[in-house]
């Protein structure tokens, strides 16, 4: 199992992070989701570039890299 962290932006009130939250739980592989304002941990076995396209997917301004 991998451990990815991701540094967010945009993301401001409780409710960006769990669209952000529930964003990261719906990519297939992924375990858990640990997330604060600027960053995301996430264990499980899934692909980086597929965390950040489910962050971006949700068009309200949230990055990840």
Known sequence: MSHINLTLSGVSTPEDLNRVTTALMMVDGVESV????????????????????????????????
Request: hydrophobic share 45%.
């Open 34 to 65: 640990d997330i604060g304002r600027e960053w995301a941990e996430v264990e499980g076995r899934v692909n980086r570039d597929a965390l950040i396209a489910a962050v971006e997917a949700l068009k309200s301004g949230f990055t990840a890299r």
